[in-house]
């Protein structure tokens, strides 16, 4: 089982990015796919998440109304896109994969497997 991030980078304040999570060696239609986030110094956090058996999607408040989370079976592949960045953004952002649908999506013990993080970083 594998997740890879990617997509991360520098951005101003009011930016965008996309980050994408790429996932192998699992049935992707099976899961739930998330993705949380942690600055330094704060635990890591739920940000939204995207379950395959009914497209059904949760955000935190944080990022309501600005990041948008999709998901492409065909290519076994995640995205968030994230508008509107804000310096308070600033994370290394991880995907995770949550079998069937998570009761509690931004909860860390829901999921089962988690990429290696990429790093986002929103300057004012």
């Known amino acids: 089982v594998q997740l890879v991030e990617s997509g991360g980078g520098l951005v101003q304040a009011g930016g965008s990015l996309r980050l994408s999570c790429a996932a192998s060696?699992?049935?992707?239609?099976?899961?739930?796919i998330g993705w949380f986030r942690q600055a330094p110094g704060k635990e890591r956090e739920g940000a939204s998440c995207?379950?395959?058996?009914?497209?059904?999607?949760y955000y935190a408040d944080s990022v309501k109304g600005r990041f948008t989370i999709s998901s492409d079976y065909a290519k076994n592949t995640v995205y968030l896109q994230m508008n509107s960045l804000k310096p308070e953004d600033t994370a290394v952002y991880y995907c995770?994969?949550?079998?069937?649908?998570?009761?509690?999506?931004?909860?860390?013990?829901?999921?089962?497997?988690w990429g290696q993080g990429t790093q986002v970083t929103v300057s004012s």
């Open positions: 995770a994969a949550a079998q069937g649908r998570p009761v509690h999506p931004g909860r860390e013990y829901e999921y089962d497997y």
């Open positions: 060696g699992f049935t992707f239609d099976d899961y739930a």
């Open positions: 995207i379950s395959s058996s009914d497209g059904s999607t």
